[in-house]
């Protein structure tokens, strides 16, 4: 079992910047990939970024250039650095987990992120 805990959403003007932490615990050494998804009112959840065990990172179209995924082998933690914020980033950011491939079974609790304009 793996368990995620996420911090660091929170209101932010648009053309701000926000970093979302993503702290792993439990049967880490099984992770082979982490991620972060995304999902707003009335819409379905959404890959926003990812990152391999071997650092190999993929973007969602709409946050490439704006959004960095990154990860700190020994804090076992995922951050999303998310720069250039728009109105339509607004939703609660899930960090999940996958064991085998990018197949993601474990998920955080979401932290709320607000971008006003």
């Known amino acids: 079992q793996v368990q995620l805990v996420e911090s660091g959403g929170g209101l932010v003007q648009a053309g701000g910047s926000l970093r979302l932490s993503c702290a792993a615990s439990g049967s880490i050494f099984s992770i082979n990939a982490m991620g972060w998804y995304r999902q707003a009112p009335g819409k379905q959840r959404d890959l926003v970024a990812d990152i391999t065990k071997g650092g190999s990172t993929d973007y969602a179209d709409s946050v490439k250039g704006r959004f960095t995924i990154s990860r700190d082998n020994a804090k076992n933690t995922v951050y999303l650095h998310m720069n250039s914020l728009k109105p339509e980033d607004t939703a609660v950011y899930y960090c999940?987990?996958?064991?085998?491939?990018?197949?993601?079974?474990?998920w955080g609790q979401g932290t709320q992120v607000t971008v006003s304009s």
């Open positions: 999940a987990a996958a064991i085998v491939g990018r197949t993601y079974t474990n």
